[in-house]
């Protein structure tokens, strides 16, 4: 089993067992994003408390198979499970607070978008967009950027295909780790 079927399975294993195969399936046949909305619906029915870290991973795995604009809103209303945060998302589905002017040459054009914040040094990872001529914010991110730990500039930037490795950055390159 690769790293991403591993992970998939271990945050399907979160809801009880028939229900946890049905998200396991939806891996296995290729129906990514019916399993992450069966996920989150089961985790929000059950009133199953997730760890801060998973609801980032899940919300990542969202953003991977373009369903995470759909999804936020219940995976934001997921219980806690009360352990240790050291990620929290911060965004709710709804409009986030915007960041531009960034020095970065490649960003210059582009709206960031706080997305998940490490709690224990402060950097966001966010997502950059394009605004598009009908006023709003591109569909799909052409970067994801690690901020500084000051959110004045970007540590890291990341191409568009990359998000897992932006968020591994945010949860392993912590210097409070």
Avoid: N
Wanted: one cysteine or more.
């Amino acid at each position: 089993m690769d790293e991403d079927t591993t992970r998939w399975y271990r945050l399907a294993e979160l809801l009880p067992a028939p229900a946890a195969q049905d998200v396991k399936d939806c891996w296995d046949i290729g129906e990514q994003e019916s399993g992450l909305g069966m996920l989150v619906e089961g985790l929000l029915a059950r009133q199953i408390p997730v760890a801060a870290v998973d609801r980032a991973r899940i919300s990542v795995l969202a953003e991977q198979w373009g369903v995470r604009e759909q999804l936020a809103p219940g995976l934001v209303r997921c219980l806690g499970d009360g352990g240790p945060a050291p990620l929290q998302l911060l965004d709710d589905g709804d409009e986030a607070e915007v960041v531009t002017g960034w020095p970065e040459p490649e960003l210059a054009k582009l709206v960031l978008v706080p997305w998940i914040g490490c709690t224990r040094c402060g950097r966001i990872l966010l997502r950059a967009h394009a605004w598009e001529p009908w006023d709003d914010l591109s569909f799909l991110a052409e970067h994801y950027v690690v901020s500084t730990p000051d959110r004045a500039s970007a540590q890291r930037i990341f191409p568009f295909d990359s998000v897992s490795e932006a968020f591994a950055e945010l949860l392993h390159g912590c210097p409070e780790a």
